[in-house]
């Protein structure tokens, strides 16, 4: 048995956070800058991850991302390892959604969200197990999923089969790298209040004739917990995968969603 002090639990630890300047991503950057990790953001968005960096300090470091690019990933890697001496924990917190009717949507379309938020994270722990590997000493690897990824949405078909994709490449990926002792997990949001949910809100409401404010009762209705979720509620459990007292998990999806079905 381990018992992990959470306010020191990844002092010394190099992360990786992609999407980290916004949202969940920005969430889990800041849990693990607040534990003692020094943290890239890692994101498309160079101002909005500059922003970031000036609220959480010197141990937050900016990196322009681009999660289709595998030299991109790789570059975000090694800054970590000149950074803290080495990669400890890969997050692929980085994605997109599309919200519209598959009869609307074209090839293009279902390519970039998949490139982005499948593509992507395949690469990106790619370039983390290979880091890890060569250290010798295991790590971390958390993928984003979603609740979309264990159930259909309509509307969202795109992001859902990306998400759903995700579970699959962690459990894959959890028996590929056991040897290694890198852990692979994913973790599965229910409905985080999140500046993208403000495109979820109007992209369902304008496919559903919905108001804002009815689209948004309409999705709290269906968490028994009695509200949403926030950034920190992912970054608790994406910082506790990573400590020693989930030494034994891989594999898994874990989810954060107020008892909202299915889990």
């Known amino acids: 048995m381990h018992a992990t002090d959470s306010a020191t639990a990844h002092v010394g630890k190099g992360v990786v956070v992609t999407g980290g ?11 693990f800058v607040r534990e003692g990790a020094t ?63 598959l009869i609307e949507t074209d090839a293009a379309q279902w390519i970039r969200l998949l490139d982005i938020n499948v593509v992507g994270v395949a690469m990106g722990s790619k370039v983390a197990a290979k ?11 958390v993928n984003a999923s979603s609740g979309g990824g264990r159930h259909g949405v309509a509307n969202v078909s795109q992001y859902c089969a990306s998400k759903a994709a995700i579970i699959m490449l962690s459990q894959s ?9 890198i852990r ?14 403000e495109d979820i809100l109007s992209g369902m409401g304008e496919a559903l004739g919905r108001s804002r404010e009815e689209t948004l009762e309409a999705f709290l209705a269906t968490i028994p917990w009695g509200r949403f979720g926030t950034p920190e509620d992912v970054a608790s459990t994406v910082s506790w995968l990573c400590t020693p007292d989930a030494e034994y998990i891989s594999g898994q999806c874990i989810a954060m969603n107020g008892a909202e079905l299915p889990w």
């Open 21 to 31: 300047a916004k949202g969940i991503g920005l969430g889990i950057a800041q849990r």
């Open 39 to 101: 943290v890239i953001i890692a994101d498309i968005d160079m101002d909005a991850a500059t922003e970031a960096v000036r609220d959480l300090g010197e141990r937050a470091i900016a990196m322009e991302t681009d999660v289709r690019d595998e030299d991109s990933l790789r570059l975000a890697v090694e800054v970590a390892v000149e950074s803290a001496g080495q990669l400890d924990v890969m997050v692929n917190n980085a994605g997109i959604i599309a919200v519209a009717p």
């Open 131 to 141: 880091q890890m590997i060569a250290q010798g000493r295991g790590g971390c690897i």
């Open 173 to 181: 990926l959890s028996q590929e790298l056991a040897a290694d002792k």
């Open 184 to 197: 692979v997990n994913c973790y599965t949001p229910g409905h985080i209040m999140t500046p993208l949910w």
